[in-house]
């Protein structure tokens, strides 16, 4: 079965910066349709970026030109560059796919606070 590891969560002022990484293994050959979700205390998780089978990313509105996502084939993983981030931000961050939909990690927590 596919195993996703999430990584590099922690405690960040307003403002600065992390990127988080989703490390994927076993039975997989390449690493494609990945998304990232985050779910906050007291709200149901959202789907906040998207990378497609052919190379196509979305985001949600709140980390619109904050946030990048992006992947590495040859390290089946893929990353979420967060930039000028917000208290808001704050919430256990996971990676899936719609090809193992029924496929989490434990997440990794981000808090932005001063």
């Known amino acids: 079965q596919v195993q996703l590891v999430e990584s590099g969560g922690g405690l960040v002022q307003p403002g600065g910066s992390l990127r988080l990484s989703c490390a994927a293994s076993?039975?997989?050959?390449?690493?494609?349709?990945m998304g990232w979700y985050r779910q906050a205390p007291g709200k149901q998780r959202e789907l906040v970026a998207f990378?497609?089978?052919?190379?196509?990313?979305n985001y949600a509105d709140s980390v619109k030109g904050r946030f990048t996502i992006a992947d590495d084939n040859a390290k089946n993983t893929v990353y979420l560059q967060m930039n000028s981030l917000k208290p808001e931000d704050t919430a256990v961050y996971y990676c899936?796919?719609?090809?193992?939909?029924?496929?989490w990690g434990h997440g990794t927590q981000v808090t932005v606070s001063s």
């Open positions: 899936n796919s719609p090809r193992w939909p029924g496929t």
């Open positions: 076993g039975r997989i050959v390449s690493i494609y349709s």
């Open positions: 990378i497609g089978s052919s190379g196509n990313t």
